[in-house]
Each structure stands twice: as structure tokens, then as C-alpha cells.
């Protein structure tokens, strides 16, 4: 009964390669995020969705794409894998957009090598 | 947009003192400031936040302050455990905007 879930947990791939990391949340909520930590910490939002719909998109690499099919799944996709690109990844949801409590999900490490 | 600062980066107290961490944030019409705290490997988690409209939450042995005219927030634990130590986030939003992080502090409480 995991609230939000992504797998996989962890992904370790070559530079160049392609790679998707998927998202599922089961507690009905309209909106999900993707965010970067990189290995200081810091937590950055690249995408924001409410009701499947792109809401915010930061300053991001076209290589990166989030897909929506539904309101609980938010994946996302990287294309042409860089050495930048290792960061752990997670997914979150919340009720709507702004203030509302983000549950977060376990989270995705990736190591591009 | 919104920028949320927070410090210090690294805090280190000892068991049963008491720690605080601050943030600030640029943008006056924010109007929800939670807390998440991240243990080591794990996602972080909301464990208070704060509204606009209030000055100061508490709940058990964490509380948080906010001084709209200062633009700023503090987190205030005390009688610090050692299942503190963690890294804590600040966060600021805006209406129907998205939340923005602060860098993290990480505190760690000596036994």
C-alpha cells in the first residue's frame, strides 16, 4: 500500500544511453512533480503536472521528457545520458499545486558512468 | 520567482540542546512554508509546516516561527535525540505555484 512508488530504485547505465524511471502514486492526487538531488543535497524541481497537464517545466535539458498518461503515473525519460546526469531522482504528488504537503516517493539513483 | 535561503548548512549540537534553523524568502506573496526532514537514504518528509496567517506552530518538541514582515521562518527543535540527525529542508510557496526548496541543513546531534 506504498503511497508513491518508483522503480526502479536504482539504475547504474552507460554515457549515451536512454533510460526511463516511472512513478505511481495511489492517493488520488491531481499533481506530481519529478525533482533532481544532486550530491550536495539540494533538491530542485524540473516538473510539475496537474491533471496530466505540463504546469511547470525549469530550466531543464530537452533531453529530459516526463509523460503523463494518467493522473497517478508520472515517468520520465532521459535521452543521451551525460555524467551530470547522476543524481538520485524523486517523484512526488500532492493534492494540487502550491500549498499542499508533497509526499514524496523512495527514489531513483542514477549513476551514469 | 521565489528564492528561499536557508541557514546554516551544517549545524552539530549536542544531545538535549536545543537547534534552530533559519530561512528567508523573497517573494511577499508566499503563503505556506513547510518543513520536510530527509534521513540518510531516504525520501524526505514533511514533518510541520506553517501558513500565512499564523506566527508560530508547535508540535511536541518542534516548532515553527514565520515573520511575514521580515520574510523570514525558523525551525526551532528542542531537546534534541540523536534520531534527529538528518538533513532539513525549508520550502516557501505561492498560491497555486509550486513549492521552492531551500538547500538544506544538515544536523547532526552528538550523544
Known amino acids: 500500500d506504498t503511497a508513491v512508488s518508483q522503480t526502479p530504485k536504482y539504475l547504474v547505465t552507460q554515457m549515451g544511453n536512454d533510460k526511463s524511471i516511472k512513478c505511481e502514486q495511489n492517493?488520488?492526487?491531481?499533481?506530481m512533480y519529478w525533482y533532481k538531488q544532486d550530491s550536495k543535497k539540494f533538491l530542485k524541481i524540473m516538473f510539475s503536472?496537474?491533471?496530466?497537464?505540463?504546469?511547470i517545466n525549469e530550466t531543464v535539458p530537452n533531453r529530459f521528457s516526463p509523460k503523463s498518461p494518467d493522473k497517478a503515473h508520472l515517468n520520465l525519460h532521459i535521452n543521451s545520458l551525460e555524467l551530470g546526469d547522476s543524481a538520485v531522482y524523486f517523484c512526488?504528488?500532492?493534492?494540487?499545486?502550491?500549498?499542499?504537503?508533497?509526499?514524496f516517493g523512495p527514489g531513483t539513483r542514477l549513476t551514469v558512468t | 520567482g521565489e528564492n528561499v535561503e536557508q541557514h546554516p548548512s551544517t549545524l552539530s549540537v549536542q544531545e538535549g540542546d536545543s537547534a534552530v534553523i533559519k530561512c528567508t524568502y523573497s517573494?511577499?506573496?508566499?503563503?505556506?512554508f513547510p518543513w520536510y526532514k530527509q534521513e540518510l537514504g531516504k525520501r524526505p518528509q514533511l514533518i510541520i509546516d506553517?501558513?500565512?496567517?499564523?506566527g508560530e506552530k508547535k508540535d511536541q518538541r518542534i516548532a515553527v516561527t514565520l515573520n511575514k514582515t521580515a520574510k523570514h521562518f525558523s525551525l526551532h527543535i528542542t531537546e534534541t535525540q540523536p534520531e534527529d540527525s538528518a538533513v532539513y529542508f525549508c520550502?516557501?510557496?505561492?498560491?497555486?505555484?509550486?513549492?521552492?526548496f531551500g538547500a538544506g541543513t544538515r544536523l547532526t546531534v552528538k550523544p
Open positions: 517573494d511577499s506573496a508566499s503563503n505556506y
Open positions: 520550502a516557501a510557496s505561492i498560491g497555486n505555484n509550486d513549492m521552492r
Open positions: 503536472y496537474n491533471n496530466k497537464e505540463l504546469i
Open positions: 492517493l488520488g492526487h491531481d499533481t
Open positions: 506553517i501558513r500565512s496567517n499564523v
Open positions: 512526488a504528488s500532492s493534492t494540487g499545486t502550491g500549498g499542499y504537503e508533497q509526499y
